[in-house]
C-alpha cells in the first residue's frame, strides 16, 4: 500500500491541503470535451435515493484485482445520505466518451445499481477503468488516506453546478487558522487553510505512544517551537530566527474524516506500521478535547461540535501486504455493518472495538480513517 500519507511528523505542515492535493487531467479534458459537444440539457438520475436508506439490505463491492481499499473508500462515500443527495444532483454527461471518464457519474451507476439490485454485492470495475484514466492505477494496492483525497478531488474537478461543488466542499472540508509568532520580536503572522482529514499522529514528538484518539487531537493543536534548522525568515528581525507555530480550529464540517498515521518511516526508508492500542469515542464533543486558545470560532459554530462516530476505514496486515474493511453505522437503522468486499454483515460495537489495535497484533486488524458526522448539523 502506499503509506506516505500516514507517516509520523510533528511539523504542523498542512500537507492535506485542498489547494495540494494530487494534480489530474480532469479538468483539461473536460474542457477539450465541451468545446467538441453542444452543450447539453441538464439531466438527473432521480430514481436513486442513497444506498445508505438500505432499502434492499447492504450491498457489498466484489473485489476486482486488489481493489480493497476503494471498495472500502467507496462504502464510505455511498453510505452517507448527505454526499448521495449531492450526488444523485449532478448533470449527467451527454455523450458516452464522456460519461466512461466522469468520476461523479460513474460513482451514480454505481450506486443506482446497488440501490436497486438484489445482488449481495455488485462489481466497480466500470468506475475502476475510469480512474484508471486519472493515475489511480488498477491492480495495485493503494493507500486508503490518499485514494479518499484523489477520488474526493475528482468528484468535486468533475462537477458542473457551482452550487454542487460548495455543497460539497462544506460537507467536508475543515478549516484551520496556522500562527507563527517570532521569539524574539512577538512579531505574528496568520494563514487560514483548508482540510480534507485532521491527520493526526499516534506518537508524540518523543515517539511516546498517544493513549486515546482525544490525546491525539490535543497533541495535534499544541504549540509546537521551530528551532535550529526549522527556524523561520522574520520580516521584523530580517533574519532566521525560533519561532512558535501553533494551530486554531475554526471550522468543522458535517462530516469530518481523521486519519490516523499508523505508518512512520525508520532508518533506511523502511516503513513501520504502529498497531499500539488507540481507543476512540463513539461520542465526540471537541468542546471538552479543545481549549480556549486552540480554538479561533464563535460560540455558535462551536455548539455544533458534537460528533458521532459514523464508519471506520480499517487496515490489516503489513505495510507491504494488507487488506482494508470498512465498518459503517447505518443512518437509518443506528446499526452497525461490516463491509468487507462483496461480504457484508451486522456487527456489534465491541466488534469495531476490535479496530482499537493491539501492541502484540502486528498484522492485526486498526482504525485508519475515522469518519464522524455531526449530531446537530446547522
Same mark, same amino acid.
Given at each position: 500500500?502506499?503509506?506516505?500519507?500516514?507517516?509520523?511528523?510533528?511539523?504542523?505542515?498542512?500537507?492535506?491541503?485542498?489547494?495540494?492535493?494530487?494534480?489530474?487531467?480532469?479538468?483539461?479534458?473536460?474542457?477539450?470535451?465541451?468545446?467538441?459537444?453542444?452543450?447539453?440539457?441538464?439531466?438527473?438520475?432521480?430514481?436513486?435515493?442513497?444506498?445508505?436508506?438500505?432499502?434492499?439490505?447492504?450491498?457489498?463491492?466484489?473485489?476486482?484485482?486488489?481493489?480493497?481499499?476503494?471498495?472500502?473508500?467507496?462504502?464510505?462515500?455511498?453510505?452517507?445520505?448527505?454526499?448521495? +443527495?449531492?450526488?444523485?444532483?449532478?448533470? =449527467?454527461?451527454?455523450? %458516452? &466518451? #464522456?460519461?466512461?471518464?466522469? @468520476?461523479?457519474?460513474?460513482?451514480?451507476?454505481?450506486?443506482?445499481?446497488?440501490?436497486?439490485?438484489?445482488?449481495?454485492?455488485?462489481?466497480?470495475?466500470?468506475?475502476?477503468?475510469?480512474?484508471? +484514466?486519472?493515475?489511480?492505477?488498477?491492480? =495495485?494496492?493503494?493507500? %486508503? &488516506? #490518499?485514494?479518499?483525497?484523489? @477520488?474526493?478531488?475528482?468528484?468535486?474537478?468533475?462537477?458542473?453546478?457551482?452550487?454542487?461543488?460548495?455543497?460539497?466542499?462544506?460537507?467536508?472540508?475543515?478549516?484551520?487558522?496556522?500562527?507563527?509568532?517570532?521569539?524574539?520580536?512577538?512579531?505574528?503572522?496568520?494563514?487560514?487553510?483548508?482540510?480534507?482529514?485532521?491527520?493526526?499522529?499516534?506518537?508524540?514528538?518523543?515517539?511516546?505512544?498517544?493513549?486515546?484518539?482525544?490525546?491525539?487531537?490535543?497533541?495535534?493543536?499544541?504549540?509546537?517551537?521551530?528551532?535550529?534548522?526549522?527556524?523561520?525568515?522574520?520580516?521584523?528581525?530580517?533574519?532566521?530566527?525560533?519561532?512558535?507555530?501553533?494551530?486554531?480550529?475554526?471550522?468543522?464540517?458535517?462530516?469530518?474524516?481523521?486519519?490516523?498515521?499508523?505508518?512512520?518511516?525508520?532508518?533506511?526508508?523502511?516503513?513501520?506500521?504502529?498497531?499500539?492500542?488507540?481507543?476512540?469515542?463513539?461520542?465526540?464533543?471537541?468542546?471538552?478535547?479543545?481549549?480556549?486558545?486552540?480554538?479561533?470560532?464563535?460560540?455558535?459554530?462551536?455548539?455544533?461540535?458534537?460528533?458521532?462516530?459514523?464508519?471506520?476505514?480499517?487496515?490489516?496486515?503489513?505495510?507491504?501486504?494488507?487488506?482494508?474493511?470498512?465498518?459503517?453505522?447505518?443512518?437509518?437503522?443506528?446499526?452497525?455493518?461490516?463491509?468487507?468486499?462483496?461480504?457484508?454483515?451486522?456487527?456489534?460495537?465491541?466488534?469495531?472495538?476490535?479496530?482499537?489495535?493491539?501492541?502484540?497484533?502486528?498484522?492485526?486488524?486498526?482504525?485508519?480513517?475515522?469518519?464522524?458526522?455531526?449530531?446537530?448539523?446547522?
Amino acid at each position: 500500500m502506499g503509506q506516505r500519507s500516514g507517516c509520523q511528523g510533528r511539523s504542523k505542515t498542512l500537507e492535506l491541503t485542498l489547494s495540494e492535493t494530487m494534480n489530474t487531467e480532469a479538468d483539461v479534458q473536460n474542457n477539450e470535451e465541451e468545446a467538441k459537444e453542444p452543450k447539453a440539457k441538464e439531466q438527473r438520475i432521480t430514481s436513486v435515493f442513497g444506498v445508505a436508506d438500505l432499502k434492499n439490505g447492504a450491498i457489498g463491492l466484489y473485489n476486482v484485482g486488489q481493489t480493497c481499499c476503494l471498495n472500502s473508500v467507496l462504502q464510505v462515500f455511498l453510505m452517507n445520505i448527505h454526499f448521495t +443527495g449531492i450526488l444523485r444532483r449532478i448533470t =449527467v454527461p451527454p455523450h %458516452a &466518451a #464522456q460519461q466512461s471518464k466522469n @468520476v461523479p457519474y460513474q460513482m451514480l451507476l454505481l450506486l443506482e445499481e446497488m440501490q436497486c439490485g438484489k445482488r449481495k454485492a455488485v462489481s466497480p470495475i466500470n468506475l475502476a477503468w475510469c480512474l484508471s +484514466g486519472y493515475r489511480v492505477e488498477l491492480f =495495485v494496492q493503494h493507500d %486508503a &488516506a #490518499q485514494l479518499f483525497l484523489t @477520488v474526493w478531488n475528482l468528484i468535486k474537478r468533475q462537477m458542473k453546478k457551482p452550487e454542487l461543488v460548495e455543497e460539497l466542499s462544506d460537507l467536508y472540508t475543515i478549516c484551520v487558522q496556522e500562527h507563527l509568532t517570532c521569539q524574539k520580536c512577538s512579531f505574528e503572522t496568520k494563514r487560514n487553510s483548508s482540510m480534507l482529514t485532521l491527520p493526526l499522529p499516534v506518537l508524540d514528538s518523543n515517539s511516546h505512544m498517544l493513549k486515546t484518539l482525544e490525546d491525539c487531537l490535543q497533541y495535534f493543536f499544541q504549540p509546537e517551537e521551530l528551532t535550529d534548522h526549522n527556524m523561520c525568515f522574520c520580516e521584523q528581525c530580517e533574519r532566521k530566527t525560533p519561532f512558535l507555530q501553533s494551530m486554531k480550529l475554526v471550522h468543522l464540517p458535517q462530516t469530518l474524516t481523521i486519519h490516523l498515521k499508523r505508518f512512520c518511516f525508520k532508518k533506511s526508508a523502511y516503513i513501520l506500521k504502529l498497531s499500539h492500542s488507540l481507543p476512540f469515542p463513539q461520542d465526540l464533543d471537541f468542546n471538552a478535547v479543545l481549549t480556549e486558545n486552540q480554538c479561533q470560532a464563535d460560540d455558535s459554530e462551536k455548539a455544533a461540535w458534537q460528533y458521532e462516530l459514523f464508519a471506520v476505514v480499517a487496515h490489516s496486515g503489513s505495510t507491504s501486504c494488507g487488506h482494508y474493511c470498512t465498518y459503517i453505522r447505518s443512518l437509518t437503522e443506528c446499526k452497525w455493518y461490516c463491509f468487507n468486499d462483496s461480504e457484508v454483515c451486522q456487527v456489534s460495537w465491541d466488534d469495531v472495538k476490535c479496530t482499537y489495535g493491539h501492541s502484540n497484533l502486528h498484522w492485526g486488524e486498526t482504525a485508519y480513517l475515522l469518519i464522524y458526522m455531526k449530531k446537530h448539523p446547522q
